[in-house]
């Protein structure tokens, strides 16, 4: 099938579609029950590292909805491991490092991995997605931005305040330099085996990054942003999202990305209208309306179709993950009034 | 004292200073080592109870520091008790609920308080610091806006995601609005009594609502927030102070205030030209950066500074509350290059 086809790619570049496409980010995940018959067999990252599972548990959601893109099972953590740091998700805590990176010398052991050796299980997770989605909707690989992946193995896991983040930013300039460059070089390498196993677009998770002042952000991270952004080249879309900081909008586009993801303490209309038009948008439904009621849920939908008008270049999903307890009939039904309304506008306004 | 000599007060109406006034949100708290000594003696909430104790806290940082303004010793969660809201703080995690709330009866087991009579010991407390430091420096009393002791109420405690306050008010628009409206019942009488004591000027703190996206704030919230700051009136100036969301500072000036206080998410300048000059501004350094080093902390200082000009109304403080390990000779150093800096500006453009 030529790509130019599929809604969600089309979107991406701007391009006009028949209906909003939607997916959503962590769709395969805890709040479907065929997920969590799985999860009780294997751990998160036994179902990471097994392609096969991996492969399975990327298509529940697709099978289950009428999403318009698949998203590869994976976590952005996973390129760290085979770069020397070692760490564990904590039942119930989420990822617990076994020693945080202090200085110089510990970012001089990190390795740049060679991600087709370092880590087979995706590629080949990726390559098992494909065949079976083929034809039907496009596949998404991603990765962490190099200053969420440098948080976590400055903090060893996730942090409140990000401390000994901006400390090592702000008092050990080179070493943070140096952390960022590596990480930077590691990602690009691993987008780039993605896509060369064949994902059809990509998303890079600046989930944390919203910590930081719009100074710092265009300072210390921006230009290691940009730098892997440029790094995997135009072959496939890219989305470049970050919660938290919708002041940080603006630098975002400026390191790069065909599509900003957005989180909902904006109104992503306003928000497309400062980024300028030249640049596709996705968004931004805050996870816990998905709780609903049903009615509020259409409501919401509405609003955010409404706000960005039917210009090519919205991609419809939440400001965040879809959290765990959200009620899978009403994941299917966002779906469905996400088609069906900006379907039913589409054709009012021809 | 004439009232119009104090710089923060002249600050706060946006009449001109000789030079910016600072202070700094929790300025009296466990950075202090005099702090952390009394701390090894009483149980936070012992300190805030005793209205002794609660004086010579609020006292510290002034005594130590040259800083424009004190903040009475207390806590947000104060007034929730004589509400009948049992709480405690565990130790490492913040508060912890004994009950969270789930439906209208609960709501209506709410009482609303006599601050004078419920909460005798805070009355005192101001009273004891305002003849301490009359002359010098005037005094700030606070309470939590609306929807941040709605959501203390509702999740228990602290939360990551807000789903059972964002819950109540999506799934059961009754019981919020009766609990937001015995909430802000509450405080108005709790910031008048305040004032009645000798407080010479109000902040609201709004700390989590940065969690909500401007058309929640705006339905659900600002109704509310609206009401209790008209309900303090015009006797002393109010700071309207919330993080997270540069995204509702214009709704935020719209629910009042005469004051808008920033996080560092945002450039204060740019904050500020979004606002309107007709409102006083504060804020609004990283917390962080007081960790060092000092000319880090000096250049961070000149760019507020620069970025705000020297238009009258900019009080110079945190974008949220201290750390707990800030060097207390960094706050010392901060204070004075903001008194320096400031002056020399003036000076120079006369």
């Not at 996973?78 to 760490?87: K, S």
């Not at 193995?153 to 952390?179: C, F």
Request: glycine letters at 8%; aromatic letters at 10%.
């Amino acid at each position: 099938m030529n790509e130019d086809r599929y809604p969600f790619l089309r979107a991406c570049r701007r391009q006009p579609t028949p209906y909003t496409p939607i997916w959503l980010m962590r769709q395969a995940g805890r709040y479907m029950k065929e997920y969590r018959a799985l999860r009780k067999k294997y751990s998160f990252l036994e179902m990471c590292k097994n392609p096969e599972l991996a492969a399975q548990v990327t298509l529940q959601p697709i099978e289950k909805f009428k999403l318009d893109a698949a998203i590869i099972f994976s976590d952005i953590l996973i390129p760290l491991e085979p770069m020397g740091v070692e760490f564990e998700f904590a039942k119930g805590e989420g990822p617990v490092f076994h020693r945080a990176l202090r200085e110089k010398k510990d970012v001089e052991k990190l390795r740049v991995i060679e991600p087709e050796e370092d880590i087979p299980y995706l590629m080949k997770a990726i390559q098992i997605v494909r065949k079976e989605i083929e034809g039907k909707i496009p596949l998404i690989g991603f990765s962490g931005a190099p200053f969420t992946l440098a948080s976590y193995v400055t903090e060893g896991g996730h942090s409140k305040n990000y401390i000994l983040t901006k400390s090592l930013m702000y008092q050990d300039r080179p070493t943070w330099d140096a952390l960022m460059e590596k990480i930077s070089e590691v990602l690009i390498r691993y987008l780039n085996a993605q896509i060369r196993s064949g994902v059809q677009a990509i998303q890079v998770f600046d989930s944390w990054v919203g910590c930081l002042s719009p100074d710092d952000y265009e300072e210390y991270v921006l230009p290691f942003s940009k730098k892997v952004m440029d790094g995997v080249g135009k072959s496939v879309p890219l989305i470049h999202f970050a919660t938290s900081n919708s002041g940080l909008l603006e630098l975002m586009k400026h390191a790069g990305g065909d599509v900003i993801g957005v989180d909902w303490r904006v109104n992503i209309g306003e928000a497309w209208a400062r980024l300028g038009y030249d640049i596709a948008v996705q968004g931004n439904l805050d996870p816990v309306i998905l709780f609903g009621p049903v009615g509020l849920i259409e409501k919401e939908v509405k609003k955010i179709l409404d706000s960005v008008g039917d210009r090519p270049g919205h991609i419809f999903n939440l400001g965040h993950g879809i959290l765990p307890n959200t009620p899978a009939d009403h994941v299917a039904a966002l779906v469905d009034m996400v088609h069906e309304y900006s379907s039913q506008v589409r054709q009012e306004r021809r």
